[in-house]
């Protein structure tokens, strides 16, 4: 027979034990599963349901959660879905004034605890679950505690109308996460980060379309060609795709879920403006460069090496600036690299995107 032991005072044992089922509690694994499902949909909150039609794009946020940062500040992250595909689309929300539409939308049938577990509650949630009390459906006592704090925070938010910092970032699995040299994608996204956490306010709008949006896979394949010489928009054509295949009808819906009329837009590429502004709904009231790190004539940031120089005197009065630079610095690879390939292979990938894509970049005189 399994062993019996207890998860938040329920006896749980393997299905395949035997052992006197109770009416009280759950005895095996699959009754706990259903135990739970029962508790976090009794009663059963319907989710509304998206157009099928693919004539307009049609989002919903389907859940929000507080991320906080090593770095010591904090987020809330946003997952959509849309009528166009099945991705699980994102927004990264810096500041508290900054809410979407359809999440604090009310859904049919659903308690206040369907409304937390979602994440469309007002200011931050407290800690009122005790080690005597686990069961997700909450006391009287704790639904009345969250009732009122709700109906507080709710009462003091304001939105600001203040144009954010917002930058439109397609995802990038090789430079995001194996930290690739032959893009910019991963410094582009700390950056982003880093700016709007110094700010305290700001979206990241990240949408699933990998290598511009021809996904991993073909991506891969434009990488072998790119070694034996082709650049990276030659290298998308010659596998039959565009050079560019990202389109912005989701970022847009996004934003506009986010009730962002104007924006600060952080890009170096002019057709994210054009067809952002094409739908008619967002503003980009200026437009914020994002400079390589190692063309970047920031003082005491030494490009070769990515370390800061602390002694530098100019750096010496900017104690911000130096904590800034420091976040910014990436995990090493666990690989050695080839002596300044790296750098090179980045250098010719935003030369291109500057020549033959229109990039908004200053090249530097080497190239």
Not at 2 to 28: I, Q, R, W, Y
Not at 74 to 94: C, G, P, R, S
Not at 164 to 187: K, N, Q, W, Y
Not at 314 to 342: C, F
């Amino acid at each position: 027979m399994a062993t019996v032991f207890t998860l938040f005072g329920m006896n749980v044992v393997h299905d395949g034990a035997n052992v006197p089922k109770t009416s009280e509690h759950p005895n095996t694994f699959s009754d706990y599963v259903k135990f739970l499902k029962n508790q976090v949909h009794s009663p059963s909150a319907i989710t509304p349901s998206l157009p099928s039609t693919q004539a307009k794009v049609r989002i919903q946020c389907q859940v929000r959660a507080r991320i906080p940062t090593n770095e010591g500040g904090e987020m809330f992250l946003y997952l959509y879905k849309n009528n166009l595909d099945t991705k699980e689309h994102l927004a990264i929300v810096y500041g508290d004034d900054i809410r979407s539409k359809s999440l604090d939308q009310a859904w049919e049938n659903e308690t206040i605890m369907n409304r937390i577990v979602r994440g469309a509650f007002y200011g931050r949630l407290e800690e009122v679950v005790t080690d005597e009390c686990r069961n997700i459906n909450l006391t009287e006592q704790q639904v009345a505690y969250l009732e009122k704090q709700q109906a507080e925070a709710k009462k003091i938010w304001s939105a600001s109308t203040e144009p954010p910092l917002v930058r439109i970032h397609s995802e990038c699995f090789t430079g995001e996460t194996v930290h690739s040299a032959r893009c910019d994608c991963g410094e582009q996204l700390d950056e982003a980060m880093r700016l709007m956490q110094v700010a305290g306010r700001g979206v990241i709008v990240y949408l699933r379309q990998e290598g511009r949006g021809i996904g991993l896979l073909e991506k891969l394949k434009a990488y072998n060609l790119q070694d034996l010489g082709h650049d990276t928009v030659a290298a998308n054509v010659l596998l039959n795709h565009p050079a560019d295949g990202r389109t912005y009808g989701i970022a847009n819906a996004i934003l506009e879920d986010l009730q962002l009329k104007k924006v600060r837009l952080l890009t170096n590429n002019p057709d994210k403006i054009q067809q952002l502004e094409s739908f008619g709904s967002v503003n980009v009231v200026e437009r914020r460069g994002m400079v390589p790190q190692s063309w970047s004539s920031t003082p005491g940031y030494n490009t070769q090496s990515n370390n800061i120089d602390t002694n530098n005197s100019e750096m010496a009065d900017h104690p911000r600036l130096v904590a800034a630079l420091n976040q910014l610095q990436r995990t090493p690879s666990s690989s050695p690299a080839i002596p300044s390939s790296p750098k090179k292979e980045l250098d010719r990938y935003l030369a291109v995107k500057v020549k033959k894509m229109g990039h908004i970049l200053d090249l530097p005189d080497r190239l």
